[in-house]
C-alpha cells in the first residue's frame, strides 16, 4: 500500500523549528515560531490559568465526554467575548458556536459545512495570509482564491484592490478575513474601512468568515473585536472561527470555537445538526481540559480580570518590542525604511526582503524567520534587539 509514497517536504514552519533547535549557536534567534514569549524566551503559564486548573482538578469527577458541541459554559462566553452580550444575532438566536480543536479545528469545520452547504463555492483568501489557511481550507475541497491585501515592499494595505477584486467575487462565495492582528502582515484594517467592506459584502451579497486568532493582542478585547461585530450586525450570515490558544497561553491544550450565524433561529438549528456531524466524522468529540480552564477563567470575576491584565502585559511587551526594533534600525540604516514596525499590530510583521536575505540572516547570523520575512515580534529581546537590527542592516 505504502510503496508509491514519495517522502513529502516537511511543513515550512515545522521544517525552521527542527533547523533552528539543531544549531548549536548560543545566541541565535528565532523569529519564526509563531507564539508568545515573555523576555526570558519562554511561553509562559498563566497564573490565571494555574488557578483555573487547579480549581478544575479538585472539582473534577470524571473524564467522560462532555457534549459533541463541547462546554456549554465555555462556547456562552466565547459568543460574548466576541460578539458582546447583547448583539443582535446573539438577542435573535441566530448564532450558534461549537468547542472545537483549536482556531485550526474551527477552520477546518467551517470549511466542511461550507462546502456542506455549497459545494460550488469560492472562499476569497487574503494575499499575503498564514500558511495554513491554504491546506486547511483548501483540503476540504472548496475553490480558493486571493485576493490582494499588504504589499510587503511598500508596507501598506492595499486596500483600493482588495475591494476591487471582491467587487468581482460571485454572489454566494465566502471571504475569509483576519479579524486583527493579521498573520503575516500585522496590517489590520481601521474601522471606516471595516464599514466600506460591509457595504460591499451586503452588495455582492458575500459571507465573511472571520479568523479571529489573536483577540486581546492588538489594542483590548472590545476593541479587537469591533469589526467582527460591525459586520455581524449587518449581514445575514457569517462564520467566525476562534482561537484561545493564545490569548490564554494555553497552545498545546488546542482550545477554538467556531461560531456560525444564519438568517433566522430555525436555519441556526439546522446549521448546527450539521455542524455536529462534521465534527463527528473528523474528531468526534472535542477535548476538553483547555475549554474547562478557559470557561472557569471566564466566570470566574477575579480569574477574568487577572487575565485581562496578563494579557495586556504579553500585550504591552510585544508593543515594547516593535519600538524597541524600529529603534534600533533606524539608528543602523539612518532613515525610516522599517518605521512600519513599531505602527502595527499583533505578533506579525512581514520585514518585507526577500528570501536570499532571509537566507543570509539565518546562515551567517543565525536568525530565524520564515522564507516569506515574516517575524514573530515575540522572538525580540532586550538582549538580542540591537544584534538582530545590527544584521538586518548588514543585509539590506
Known sequence: MFQNLDRLNPDPILGLMARYRA???????????????????????LDCVRRAEQIVLESQSTKSYVAAAGREEYNSA??????????????????RTVQAPGGCGALRVGAELIRAAAPETTVHVSDPTWGNHIPLLGGSGLKLERYPYYDAEAHRLRFDA??????????????????????????????GEWQILTELLLRRRLIPF???????????????????????DSVPEALIAVSNSKNLGLYRERVGALTVISENPSRAD????????????????????????????????????????????????????????????????????????????????????????????????HIYMTADSRMNLAGIMPHNVAYVAEAIAAQR
Open 270 to 365: 439546522a446549521v448546527q445538526s450539521h455542524v455536529l456531524q462534521i465534527a463527528r466524522s473528523i474528531y468526534s468529540m472535542p477535548p476538553d481540559h483547555g475549554a474547562a480552564i478557559a470557561a472557569c477563567i471566564f466566570a470566574a470575576p477575579e480569574l477574568k480580570q487577572m487575565w485581562i491584565v496578563e494579557l495586556a502585559k504579553m500585550r504591552d511587551r510585544i508593543r515594547d518590542m516593535r519600538a524597541s526594533l524600529a529603534k534600533h534600525l533606524r539608528a543602523h540604516t539612518h532613515d525610516g525604511t522599517f518605521d512600519f514596525i513599531e505602527t502595527q499590530r499583533g505578533m506579525f510583521s512581514l520585514l518585507g526582503v526577500s528570501a536570499k536575505i532571509v537566507d543570509a540572516l539565518r546562515e551567517q547570523h
Open 210 to 232: 472571520f479568523d479571529l486568532a489573536y483577540q486581546g493582542f492588538a489594542e483590548d478585547l472590545t476593541a479587537d473585536a469591533a469589526g467582527v461585530r460591525l459586520v455581524a
Open 23 to 45: 544549531d548549536p549557536f548560543a545566541g541565535k534567534v528565532d523569529l519564526g515560531v509563531g507564539v508568545y514569549r515573555d523576555v526570558n524566551g519562554n511561553t509562559p503559564v
Open 78 to 95: 466565547v459568543e460574548d467575548l466576541v460578539l458582546g452580550a447583547s448583539h443582535a444575532a446573539r438577542r435573535d438566536r441566530r448564532a
Open 162 to 191: 482588495m475591494l476591487e477584486r471582491l467587487d468581482r467575487a460571485a454572489a454566494g462565495d465566502v471571504v475569509l478575513v483576519h479579524a486583527c492582528c493579521h498573520n503575516p502582515a500585522g496590517a489590520d484594517l481601521a474601522m
